[in-house]
């Protein structure tokens, strides 16, 4: 699981997707999301209670149906009258694993109604916090390019007096000209860069337009 997808709830849910973070600014949504949550996580353990109890059930039956082969062929008068103990108790355990199972199975579906009666009724709200989320994600990115490109600059100039000198030093340049000293990370680092100024110029108009 990438750290993206452990910040996304991400599920089909009865023909709907729901796929939101995890951490919404909205209390009421946010707490229907977590609800939709639990009784997910409940789901997935109530399959595998239900999975081991119907093994521990089949397991019983054909002990049970073993023990009265056995019988009968000791005994051909053996008459097998109700239910093995064991049999009964673990019918019991398997049918109340399946029936807690198809409850949370509705369960989620309410759940999911009640978090799309939350985002409709809170959705505007939501909206405005998202938004400035998103203003404050350009600001970062914007930072980072200004960081990026003041990185670049300096580590320019810096490789350009290093290759300067060492040209010199070895009598293959006697003009003190910085620009003969850009440094083979030059036009690799600009490729790196350059997509970023694309990035925070789509995610602003993005923004913007929302």
Not at 118 to 129: I, L, P, R, T
Request: hydrophobic residues 50%; glycine residues 4%; negative net charge.
């Amino acid at each position: 699981m990438t750290k993206a997808d452990a910040l996304l709830f991400n599920e089909r849910i009865e023909g709907r997707h729901v796929a939101l973070p995890r951490q919404i600014d909205q209390p009421d949504i946010q707490a229907a999301l977590d609800k939709l949550e639990a009784l997910s996580e409940a789901r997935r353990e109530a399959f595998k209670v239900r999975d081991n109890s119907s093994a521990a059930l089949a397991n019983a039956m054909t002990n049970e149906a073993d023990d009265i082969a056995q019988a009968m062929f000791d005994d051909l008068s053996f008459v097998p009258e109700g239910v093995a103990e064991t049999t009964l108790e673990a019918q019991s355990v398997a049918r109340t694993a399946q029936t807690r199972l198809d409850g949370i199975v509705r369960a989620r579906r309410l759940a999911v109604d009640e978090l799309e009666a939350a985002v409709a009724e809170h959705g505007a709200k939501w909206s405005k916090k998202a938004h400035a989320q998103a203003a404050k994600a350009v600001l970062t990115l914007t930072t980072a390019l200004s960081m990026a490109e003041a990185a670049k600059a300096e580590l320019d100039a810096a490789v350009g007096v290093l290759v300067l000198l060492k040209r010199r030093e070895v009598g293959d340049e006697p003009n003190l000209n910085l620009a003969i000293g850009a440094g083979r990370h030059a036009l690799p680092l600009e490729r790196a860069i350059e997509p970023l100024r694309e990035a925070v110029v789509a995610a602003s108009r993005e923004v913007d337009g929302l």
